[in-house]
């Protein structure tokens, strides 16, 4: 899925603008994931960000970034945070809620997840790193 997005990004110059659990389809032995849905995509411009990102979005709420709503920013850190969102719904099998999208996602919060037991420590550790990297500031997502 990372991978995709990746491409998306880089090599077709797009930007999802809707990604979310539903918009990924997990082939059936659980080793690919590819993204679907690209009705809202939009075209980037050099800077990454969309022309006039107000008049285009059309995204999904609860997996929206934080920016979106206060400033009208649309840019890849958007999907990032997204992406951010679909591997923290892989782990506690629940999907994002909007009051929880201003807070970091503790370890607290995971353990209380349906998978958190059948994870090893280090691949929990790591997949909660990678939630975190996805969904904190604006600054760090790339």
């Not at 995204?59 to 920016?67: D, I, L, N």
């Not at 099998?93 to 958190?116: I, Y």
Request: charged share 25%.
């Amino acid at each position: 899925m990372a991978c995709g997005l990746q491409y998306l990004h880089e090599k077709m110059k797009l930007l999802h603008g809707d990604l979310k659990s539903g918009n990924v389809l997990i082939q059936g032995d659980f080793k690919a994931a590819k993204l679907c849905d690209f009705g809202v995509s939009l075209k980037l411009n050099e800077k990454g960000a969309l022309c006039d990102p107000a008049q285009y979005y059309i995204g999904t709420e609860c997996w929206s970034a934080p920016e979106v709503f206060e400033e009208g920013i649309i840019t890849q850190k958007t999907d990032m945070f997204a992406f951010g969102l679909v591997l923290w719904e892989m782990i506690t099998l629940r999907a994002p809620h909007v009051d929880k999208l201003d807070s970091d996602f503790s370890s607290d919060e995971l353990s209380e997840s349906d998978l958190s037991d059948s994870l090893q420590e280090e691949e929990y550790l790591k997949a909660l790193g990678n939630v975190n990297f996805c969904i904190t500031d604006l600054f760090f997502r790339s």
